[in-house]
């Protein structure tokens, strides 16, 4: 299923009225969009059409309108009410303004652009996939709600597709988003006009056995009911965090300077010490147990997934961008000596005069005045303290957008192969699979498929009690399957039909469909 931002940035004479997820039509061309954002200071819309084959035209009059709903809030279905869908029942024009110009989106641009700057395919695996979408935190939400993604979730990794430097290291971060280059293979990876990715095949490149460690594990998403702790992961509290993990402030760990980042450099670099022993390594705080942790500290241990390996309903996420839209160059060199504001690195390639440079170690930009025997850099000002020998030096993207992007979702459906060197899975898209797992309610005419006396059925058994959603009562005597009266309570059986609900009085509850032609065989 295929996502993007926005098509087409409109500038217009007026942008105050106008308000983000609303829609948006042309007066002459009848083109329809939806608005992705507004900018009142610029007067511009960035809009995603809601038909590519369909284009505003410069000086067009467009308007957006609010729908004004009837029925039940969402349509939604209570113990008091029977269900009543929503429907527009009108509109308001809330915003009015003229076109000035148009200009499609920098993912556009870029993408019919006579040269273009390399693809640089992002991939994302959430696993467990009823933990998908996260939140606005970043967090699991559905079934993993209030947690944290289990250890080493989500993955990721990235692919720069012909890249034209091979010999320096890269460097993908993508809206702050780290990822790991790897070596992909997406085999029939075809992309539509629509920019729609057909279902496909992903090798990953096993470095490590790195993907092995994951599709090999049965355990892991649990949870450790007697030592876990409340933690803050991504700015909100969650559970199930080893408290072995845990600092004050996470937001220390990035200063090399506090206890909290010292401690778990310890950690990542001699083993976790629990009562003395070394049992694990770390490298991340307010981290999720696992099912070897757990027992280490005599936990006890809950399995949420009965098994996990192979990570099938993994979700995987492939935003396709270019790499002049990245936070950084992908390409960097390292220091290799360092005074006041002149920089060695090992390699001067990436580098050019004017370029903004930074480290990962503190905020402090500097710009490349002058460079020479391509090792050099003088820069206009030192990077800051905390740049030593060895520290990635970046490039600064000034054309970095995070908003220009294409992408795609996937279900892991299978595990095609896994050996030391590459994992290969069967991937099937988002739309597909949520085709296959939605319930297939059957449209049968005389056939109630409702729980007797359930939630949907709404029966309150026999005795003259108001049925909910109407101003009727039930029966008084209990009635049998043969749509009898029944000697007792016990005898009162629903026969699945609409004669059943009729005599009940409960025939707005009937969950059949008496309109079709299609009837359940006698048994």
């Known amino acids: 299923m295929t996502a993007r931002n926005y098509d087409v940035i409109l500038t217009v004479s007026n942008a105050a009225s106008f308000v983000t997820s609303n829609f948006i039509v042309g007066n002459t061309t009848a083109t329809v969009a939806v608005i992705a954002n507004v900018n009142t200071t610029a007067n511009t819309l960035k809009v995603k059409l809601s038909n590519i084959l369909q284009q505003f035209s410069s000086s067009e009059v467009i308007h957006s309108n609010s729908i004004v709903i009837s029925g039940n809030i969402l349509g939604k279905l209570t113990q008091a009410n029977t269900f009543v869908s929503n429907v527009m029942s009108g509109n308001v024009t809330t915003a009015i303004a003229t076109i000035v110009s ?20 992002l991939y994302s695996i959430y696993y467990p996939g009823e933990w998908y979408p996260p939140n606005e935190n970043g967090n699991p939400t559905g079934q993993g709600e209030g947690r944290a993604w289990p250890v080493d979730f989500p993955v990721r990794f990235a692919e720069v597709v012909s890249d034209y430097v091979s010999d320096l290291s890269y460097n993908v971060i993508y809206d702050n988003v780290s990822y790991i280059p790897f070596p992909v293979n997406l085999s029939g990876f075809d992309i539509n006009s629509d920019g729609k990715i057909n279902e496909l095949s992903l090798t990953v490149f096993n470095v490590d056995n790195l993907i092995s460690a994951l599709v090999e594990d049965p355990f892991l998403v649990g949870n450790n009911t007697s030592n876990s702790v409340i933690a803050i992961v991504n700015n909100e509290q969650v559970h199930g965090i080893d ?56 936990g006890t241990w809950q399995a949420q997934k009965q098994d996990t390996r192979d990570l099938l309903g993994a979700v995987v996420e492939i935003k396709t961008t ?55 850099l003088f820069l206009s000002n030192p990077l800051g303290a905390d740049t030593t020998v060895g520290s990635p030096i970046y490039i600064v993207n000034r054309k970095a957008d995070t908003e220009s992007y294409v992408q795609d979702k996937f279900k892991i459906n299978q595990l095609e192969s896994l050996n030391d060197h590459i994992a290969s899975f069967g991937l099937v898209s988002w739309l597909q699979y949520f085709k296959i797992v939605t319930p297939k309610r059957k449209y049968y005419k005389n056939t109630c498929q409702w729980k007797y006396k359930g939630e949907e059925c709404q029966y309150p058994g026999p005795g003259g009690i108001a049925i909910p959603g109407t101003s009727l009562t039930s029966n008084t005597n209990p009635i049998a399957a043969n749509n009898q009266i029944a000697a007792d309570a016990a005898g009162d059986v629903c026969a699945k039909s609409l004669a059943a609900c009729t005599l009940r009085n409960n025939q707005v509850h009937f969950g059949g469909f008496p309109a079709t032609g299609r009837t359940i065989p006698k048994q």
């Not at 148009?102 to 395919?121: G, M, Y």
């Open 322 to 376: 270019f790499a002049n839209f990245l936070d950084y160059w992908p390409e960097y060199s390292t220091a290799r000596f360092i005074t006041s504001n002149v920089l060695e690195v090992f390699n001067a390639v990436p580098y050019r005069v004017g370029d903004n440079v930074i480290t990962s170690s503190n905020t402090i930009q500097a710009t490349i005045q002058s460079i020479e025997e391509n090792r050099l």
């Open 243 to 298: 408290p072995r993990t845990v600092n004050a402030n996470p937001a220390d760990v990035g200063n090399v300077n506090s206890e909290a980042y010292k401690s778990l450099t310890r950690a990542r670099a001699n083993g976790l010490v629990y009562n003395g022993d070394v049992v694990g390594i770390y490298g991340t705080a307010n981290a999720s147990f696992t099912k070897t942790q757990t027992a280490v500290v005599n």
């Open 102 to 121: 148009t200009t499609p989106s920098n993912f556009i641009a870029e993408k019919n652009a006579f040269t273009q700057n390399p693809i640089v395919r």
